[in-house]
């Protein structure tokens, strides 16, 4: 019996993920991405995982790949600080565990909370997965037969497999063919980001402010402004 074959459009953190737990239970598996390569665009720079997510990780990487993502990421205060605009604290909420308790760690020794440099996460998922996966590959749309589905992408070339995982991002072209009924909503909310250098940051906010799950500037509208947090590796150096 042949194996079966999974294409999986989108190599971001969900089709990664996905590649390589399906590569662990040896399915096979090939990805194809619009994005040029893997540095192509940055995807944002920070991302909070909660438990769920952590855990979720242990599970999908190989060992190795899981000490490195613990490795590069930093174990962040468990709290959420609201600031006005002047940067003076006003409130600080814990921001533990489903209970909200504030911790660090798990009773297993996991951490509760890791914030992570995105692009980071990313070639860490796509790490073993280079040969599978093609860039500059943008899939268009689907056709399905009896045996399978193919997947057509711009460049007029086409992919074969069993199944298709639409892992494609809010945009996906797979969701847009096989729900078009499901439509996104502009909430009319908009998020402005930006970094500026640890030094002055810690000029201006508190050490613990800095080393918060997330910290956010408000008015008196109440509308978050900022976010702010990654600056010490697990064993506690800043940087
Ligand atoms: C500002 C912001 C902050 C966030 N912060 C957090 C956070 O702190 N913690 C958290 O858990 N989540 C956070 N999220 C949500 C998180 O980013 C998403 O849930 C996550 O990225 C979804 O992963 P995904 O793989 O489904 O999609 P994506 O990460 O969007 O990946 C989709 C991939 O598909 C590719 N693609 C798109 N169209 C095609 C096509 N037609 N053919 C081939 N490839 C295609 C894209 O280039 C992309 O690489 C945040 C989101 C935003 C916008």
Redesign the pocket.
Known sequence: MSKLKVII?????????LAQILRRADVEVEI????SGPWD?P??Y?????RD?VNALREVLPANLYRLFEATAMRPLPFTTIVDTTLKELRRIPSGGHDRTPRHWLADGGPEHI?VN?ATL?HILLTGLQDFCRFG????RYETDAEGVTAV??DGSTARGDILVG????????RRQRLPEARIMDTGVR?I?GRIPIEKARHHLPEHVLADV?TVASDDRRLPRAGAGDFSDPSGRRF
């Open positions: 459009a989108g190599a971001g953190l969900g089709g990664l993920c194809f991405e619009s994005d665009r995807q944002g920070r991302l909070h995982i909660d997510g914030n995105r990313r590959a943008r899939m268009l992408f711009a892992a494609d991002g809010i945009r996906s072209a797979v998020a980001y997330f």
